[in-house]
C-alpha cells in the first residue's frame, strides 16, 4: 500500500478537484483501489493518464489554428482556461468526449475526457486532420439542434451551436459515442490505422475503449451539448459587451 497514491495526491498531480477525481474513477478511466471508505490509486494508471492528455495537447498544436486572433473571434471572445474547466465539468458529468472548436473546425479547447479509441487514432500522423474534417462537416450541418452523425472514425458525434447575437461564432462537439454495431471488424479497424496513420495494435487494442450511452444518456448528452454552448454564448457576449463598452465613444459606434 506505501506505492500507491492518495486522493490529494492525484488531485496535485492532475490539478482538478476531488470530484472529478472520483467521476473519472466511477466512468472507468481512473483505476483505483478501495480501502476502507477511502481510494488509492497506481501511480503507474495516473502517469499514463497525463501522458494521454499531454499527447493530445500537442496533436490539438498541429492544426491550422492561425496565431493571429481576430478581434471578434471566438478564441479573442472566451477565457479558455475558464471555458476548458467547464468543458471538461461537462464531459465527465455526461460521459462523453467533449471539444470547442471555430466553424472551420479548428479547435480552440484541448479535448476533454477522450476515449482510448480516439487516442490510438489520432496520435497517427493524420489523425487531428481527420478530426477537423469531421467538424468541418458538422459545422456545415443544415440541422439547428443537435444531432449525432457518425464521424471519421465511425464513432457517433453532435454539435451544439454558438452563438454571439445574430452571428454563430463556433461549436461544442461531443463525441467518442459507439453506434449500435460496434467494434467494427478487424479489416475495417485496419483501414482506419492506415487512413489514420496510426499503428493498427494499438487501434485494436483500444477498439472497445468507447463510451457506450443508452438512450436516456444520449438524449441527456443531446441536451448537454448545446447547454454548454449556450453558456459560452453568454460568456462571450457578456465580454463582447464589456469591451465595446471600454472603446472610445466614436470606436463603439
Known amino acids: 500500500m506505501a506505492g500507491l497514491l492518495t486522493t490529494h495526491q492525484v488531485q496535485d498531480l492532475l490539478k482538478v478537484d476531488r470530484t472529478t477525481i472520483y467521476r473519472m474513477v466511477e466512468a472507468g478511466r481512473l483505476p483505483a483501489i478501495r480501502v476502507g471508505k477511502q481510494w488509492r490509486f497506481e501511480p503507474e494508471q495516473v502517469a499514463r493518464w497525463l501522458h494521454e492528455r499531454a499527447t493530445l495537447a500537442t496533436l490539438e498544436g498541429r492544426s491550422p489554428v492561425a496565431d493571429e486572433q481576430a478581434p471578434n473571434g471566438l478564441r479573442a471572445l472566451l477565457p479558455l482556461e475558464c471555458v476548458q474547466m467547464i468543458q471538461d465539468a461537462f464531459a465527465e458529468a455526461l460521459d462523453v468526449m467533449m471539444v470547442t472548436t471555430d466553424l472551420l473546425g479548428r479547435p480552440i479547447t484541448q479535448v476533454s475526457h477522450p476515449c482510448g ?63 449500435e454495431v460496434w467494434p467494427p471488424a478487424d479489416v ?3 483501414e482506419l490505422a492506415r487512413m489514420f496513420g496510426a499503428d493498427e495494435m494499438r487501434v485494436k487494442a483500444n477498439a472497445q475503449e468507447v463510451y457506450r450511452l443508452d438512450r436516456d444518456r444520449l438524449a441527456k448528452a443531446l441536451r448537454g451539448v448545446q447547454r454548454v454552448a449556450d453558456i459560452f454564448s453568454h460568456i462571450a457576449m457578456i465580454r463582447q459587451g464589456s469591451d465595446a463598452m471600454s472603446l472610445p465613444e466614436e470606436q463603439a459606434r
Open 117 to 179: 479509441f480516439f487516442i490510438a487514432l489520432v496520435q497517427g500522423a493524420h489523425g487531428m486532420a481527420h478530426c477537423i474534417k469531421t467538424w468541418q462537416q458538422l459545422a456545415a450541418a443544415p440541422a439547428i439542434e443537435p444531432r449525432l452523425s457518425p464521424g471519421e472514425m465511425g464513432l457517433l458525434c453532435a454539435r451544439g451551436l454558438i452563438r454571439v447575437g445574430s452571428e454563430l461564432k463556433g461549436m461544442v462537439v461531443i463525441g467518442g459515442i459507439a453506434p
Open 188 to 190: 475495417r479497424l485496419s
